[in-house]
C-alpha cells in the first residue's frame, strides 16, 4: 500500500467516525470560481499546508481548490460555507 492511499484511507476512517452536521451532508454546487479553480486544483495527497481544501468536483479522482488559505478555507470558499449555514461573516 502506498503512502497516499495510507492517508486517504485514514482520511475515510476519521470521517466515517465524525458524526456529519446538516452542513456537511448537503452538497454545495460549484459556481465560476470553482471552475476558474480546476486548472490548479489539487488531490488529497498533493495538498500542503495552507492551501483551500474545498472540493471543487463531484467524482473521482476527488480535486481540492488548493488556493492560499486561511484556516482550511480560501475566502471565497469560507464565504461560501458561511452563506450555506446561514450567517453574516461578521457575526
Known amino acids: 500500500m502506498s503512502t497516499s492511499d495510507n492517508l ?3 482520511v475515510l476512517i476519521l470521517a ?9 451532508r448537503e452538497f454545495i ?3 465560476a470560481y470553482d471552475v476558474q479553480r480546476l486548472p490548479f486544483a489539487k ?13 471543487i ?3 473521482g479522482p476527488y480535486l ?6 486561511v484556516g482550511k478555507y480560501c475566502p471565497q470558499h469560507k464565504a461560501r ?3 450555506k449555514k446561514g ?5
Open 64 to 69: 481540492f481548490c488548493a488556493a492560499k488559505a
Open 29 to 31: 454546487p460549484a459556481n
Open 16 to 24: 466515517l467516525k465524525s458524526p456529519m452536521n446538516e452542513y456537511q
Open 87 to 91: 450567517t453574516h461573516p461578521h457575526q
Open 43 to 55: 488531490r488529497l495527497e498533493e495538498l500542503s499546508p495552507g492551501e483551500c481544501i474545498w472540493p
Open 81 to 83: 460555507l458561511i452563506q
Open 8 to 10: 486517504i484511507g485514514r
Open 57 to 59: 468536483n463531484g467524482g
